[in-house]
């Protein structure tokens, strides 16, 4: 059976039991929500503009802050791989810091910058930073040893050794870093966003649960959740695969 066949029939396996929970009236104290009504909370979400002004404020949200992680997470990850001293001292640290869930940092964010759209750009670029600075350092420090000596062998030295073999090299470790910075900076989105007052796929969810309406936090629960895996499956797991057949790191 194909994989796509499989995902299929999970997908109306998860759906008949769904359906079983709402007839059964399992929770009658949180009225649980039918697909029907669920499917009709996002068209007329969709359909009166809430939704796709949501979904625009959360990527432009997402843009700045993941380019602002990426950018900032390479220069990190390039500086402790680099610098034994560097690594040494602030290394330890990064791992501690990347282990803080993104939620943590909202108050911080809330406090510098008020209840602005920065903050949520800030809460993203920190969920991204750490990730991607950690794997441009193993990237480094996994650059095969023989590689180095054959160029310095032949006279390749400084930043000419960085950019002609330690670069190069990196490239795998580096959209792998690029890939995990997505999935924590999209998941830090919407903790920034939820606990924002400015427009957002979290802040809508906030606004659903907040006039207790189950259809809509549920279907905005999808939403994120398919986002999600269809940027992670079309985007940048193919770009990882591509890159890693490529470097020989993955059978064609």
Do not use: C
């Not at 709402?22 to 939704?51: C, K, M, R």
């Not at 936090?217 to 940048?236: C, M, P, R, S, T």
């Amino acid at each position: 059976m194909k994989v796509f066949s499989k995902r299929v029939l999970f997908l109306l396996a998860v759906m008949g039991i769904w359906q079983l929970v709402y007839v059964s009236n399992v929770f009658p104290e949180i009225a649980f929500p039918s697909l029907v009504t669920v499917f009709q909370s996002l068209y007329n979400g969709f359909a009166d503009g809430d939704l796709l002004k949501a979904l625009g404020a959360s990527f432009k949200h997402l843009l700045v802050g993941l380019s602002l992680a990426l950018l900032i997470g390479t220069a990190v990850g390039v500086l402790l791989g680099k610098s034994r001293q560097a690594d040494e001292t602030a290394g330890m640290y990064l791992i501690a810091l990347q282990s803080i869930p993104s939620i943590v940092w909202v108050p911080l964010s809330i406090l510098i910058f008020g209840f602005t759209e920065f903050a949520v750009v800030f809460v993203v670029a920190l969920g991204g930073t750490f990730v991607m600075a950690l794997n441009v350092r193993s990237a480094i420090h996994n650059v095969p040893p023989q590689l180095v000596r054959a160029a310095r062998t032949m006279g390749t030295n400084g930043l000419q050794l960085f950019y002609r073999v330690e670069i190069p090299s990196s490239v795998p470790y580096f959209m792998s870093g690029v890939r995990l910075a997505w999935a924590f900076s999209w998941r830090a989105l919407m903790a920034g966003e939820f606990l924002s007052n400015g427009p957002g796929l979290g802040y809508s969810l906030r606004f659903a649960q907040d006039y207790a309406k189950m259809d809509q936090v549920i279907g905005i629960i999808i939403i994120i959740g398919v986002i999600g895996a269809v940027v992670d499956q079309l985007v940048f797991s193919k770009l990882e695969r591509n890159v890693m057949r490529r470097w020989g790191l993955l059978k064609s």
